[in-house]
């Protein structure tokens, strides 16, 4: 006799944030005036996608080259997922690039706008 049985796994609370910057940058990213997207990945403890996860993720930055955000930095999640595009026109220097959804803080993205084209 063979028995068999149905397991449905679910992902667990929120326990960290995932910050990258899209292709074709890596980090530490080097641009040149450009637009760059951010993608924060919500993740459990075991680093799976909390998949149902719609909460508003706070992107920010600091330093002498942070860039404006729209809407302040709030972008929802959908799917656990929240990406935002930030165009860093003229503005020259470091910023150091994060997310945070309550209390839970992304590795920082560090990026340098060197130089402006045209």
Same mark, same amino acid.
């Given at each position: 006799?063979?028995? =068999?049985?149905?397991? %449905?796994?679910?992902?667990?609370?929120?326990?960290?944030?995932?910050? +990258?910057?899209?292709?074709?940058?890596?980090?530490?990213? +080097?641009?040149?005036? +450009? $637009? /760059?997207?951010?993608?924060?990945?919500?993740?459990?403890?075991?680093? @799976? /996608? !909390?998949?149902?996860? %719609?909460? /508003?993720? #706070?992107?920010?930055?600091?330093?002498?080259?942070?860039?404006?955000?729209?809407? @302040?930095? $709030?972008? /929802? $999640?959908?799917?656990?997922?929240?990406?935002? =595009?930030? @165009?860093?026109?003229?503005?020259?220097?470091?910023?150091?690039?994060?997310?945070? !959804?309550?209390?839970?803080?992304? @590795?920082?993205? #560090?990026?340098?706008?060197?130089?402006?084209?045209?």
């Amino acid at each position: 006799m063979i028995d =068999t049985a149905v397991l %449905t796994v679910v992902t667990g609370p929120a326990a960290r944030i995932s910050l +990258t910057a899209i292709d074709p940058y890596s980090p530490p990213l +080097t641009i040149d005036c +450009t $637009a /760059v997207t951010f993608r924060a990945t919500i993740v459990d403890a075991h680093g @799976n /996608v !909390v998949d149902d996860d %719609t909460s /508003v993720v #706070q992107f920010s930055a600091t330093g002498a080259g942070s860039p404006a955000f729209l809407n @302040n930095g $709030a972008v /929802v $999640a959908s799917d656990g997922v929240a990406e935002i =595009t930030v @165009n860093y026109g003229s503005k020259l220097g470091a910023a150091n690039v994060k997310a945070t !959804v309550g209390s839970i803080v992304s @590795n920082a993205i #560090q990026v340098e706008v060197k130089f402006c084209i045209g």
